[in-house]
């Protein structure tokens, strides 16, 4: 089996690598070279393409890319890749989009005689470099059940039925992750108020209803002023944005998660926004 792999950054390179790790024919395609080498560098069944063509014969084409508009932008349109892939081959989508790109790039590569897979992701780079990302998976199951190996080497595959809900679960963790972490951001605002130290503040909230995992992993960095980024603050507004445009086309209204919505945009227009999601505080309490 020939895989083809587009995006080899923060969470595509590692899944690549532990295709290559298992000895399989993995073609790798990036923007930079930088990134392909690191993944190369896992084994020697990784090649490097020169052209996302070069993956048109491919039997399985794995994306992991920053925007929806980057995976339509290469995948469709009559220079794409689907009007390219051989007929019965599967994408393998692996960006955090919304449902409705997600069917539309379904509906497009079965119309050229494609299958399509979503498969969002649950962690961090650190879990899937050790294939121990979650993977929420959606589409035709007998498709999904027939590449059960594949998933099992790069990660923990869970069918969720649907790509709506493969999409979906995904944005419902970040909503709920980044709205938690907003919150964080106003309790500790209100800690400084009063004058409490921050390291000690977290320590006296981690036996209270207060904790969450936000608070364990991103409390002690805002403690310390660390806001390295390890999830950048702009790619957490995108995925609340996206998660609120979904629940929005559903009929709901999320008041909680939209005015954590407006913390991010507020940040990232202040400047923040490659920094970690925890710089969102520097836009609390003002």
Request: net charge negative; proline share 3%.
């Amino acid at each position: 089996m020939q895989i083809g792999f587009i995006g080899a950054g923060l969470m595509g390179g590692p899944l690549a690598r532990n295709l290559i790790r298992a000895g399989k024919d993995v073609l790798v395609y990036d923007l930079s070279a930088e990134a392909i080498q690191r993944t190369l560098d896992a084994g020697p069944s990784g090649k490097a393409a020169t052209d996302i063509s070069n993956l048109s014969g491919c039997d399985v084409v794995f994306s992991s890319l920053p925007l929806p508009q980057h995976v339509t932008g290469v995948m469709l349109g009559d220079g794409g890749l689907y009007a390219k892939m051989k007929k019965g081959a599967t994408h393998i989508e692996l960006s955090t989009i919304d449902p409705g790109t997600s069917n539309e790039l379904k509906a497009a590569a079965e119309k050229h005689g494609l299958g399509y897979i979503q498969c969002t992701l649950g962690k961090t780079p650190a879990h899937a470099e050790k294939a121990e990302e979650p993977m929420f998976i959606g589409g035709d199951k007998a498709l999904v059940d027939k590449l059960g190996d594949i998933f099992k080497i790069i990660g923990i595959p869970s069918y969720v039925g649907s790509v709506d809900a493969a999409c979906a679960v995904k944005l419902i963790s970040n909503m709920i992750g980044m709205t938690n972490l907003a919150v964080l951001a106003e309790g500790i605002r209100v800690g400084d108020k009063a004058g409490l130290d921050r390291k000690l503040l977290l320590e006296l909230l981690t036996d209270t209803g207060a904790r969450s995992f936000q608070m364990d992993v991103r409390g002690p960095w805002i403690a310390n002023d660390d806001y390295a980024p390890r999830f950048g603050l702009d790619l957490a507004l995108k995925d609340v944005r996206l998660g609120l445009e979904m629940a929005r086309a559903w009929g709901q209204d999320l008041k909680a998660m939209e005015a954590a919505l407006e913390y991010y945009k507020q940040a990232s227009a202040e400047g923040f926004g490659k920094e970690d999601c925890n710089a969102v505080i520097k836009a609390v309490g003002k």
